[in-house]
């Protein structure tokens, strides 16, 4: 089982920065992809960003492509999301998640195919407004 602990949201600026960071503990049958999705008040549930922990490929959503930067501490088991140029379009509640699998809608493309996550965490509010 995957125990998923996230930090880090807050309220900012339109432009301002957050860093989102997870702590993960489990199978790394689980843990070989991690990543965050978010969940917005009237929209869809899409994955922002995920990274595979070995070789550590990175994947965006792309509406935060160039604004957003996933990266992993390996030897901790962390994930971090920095998140740069915030938009209010941004705002939303962020789940950390592990178990990547094929999953249509979710938006982000990893190849030919729309990935999310089988396992993830309660979440953390990011909120931008000026």
């Known amino acids: 089982q995957v125990q998923l602990t996230e930090s880090g949201g807050g309220s900012v600026l339109p432009g301002g920065t957050l860093r989102l960071s997870c702590a993960a503990s489990?199978?790394?049958?689980?843990?070989?992809?991690m990543g965050w999705f978010r969940e917005a008040v009237g929209k869809e549930r899409e994955s922002v960003a995920l990274?595979?922990?070995?070789?550590?490929?990175?994947y965006y959503h792309d509406s935060v492509k160039g604004r957003f930067t996933i990266s992993q501490d390996a030897n901790k088991n962390i994930i971090y999301l920095e998140m740069n140029d915030l938009k209010a379009e941004d705002t939303a509640m962020y789940h950390c998640?592990?178990?990547?699998?094929?999953?249509?809608?979710?938006?982000?493309?990893?190849?030919?195919?729309?990935?999310?996550?089988?396992?993830w965490g309660q979440g953390t509010q990011v909120t931008v407004a000026s």
């Open positions: 990274i595979y922990t070995g070789p550590g490929s990175a």
């Open positions: 998640a592990a178990d990547c699998r094929p999953s249509p809608g979710w938006g982000l493309w990893v190849g030919y195919s729309e990935v999310g996550f089988k396992t």
């Open positions: 489990g199978p790394a049958s689980a843990t070989y992809c």
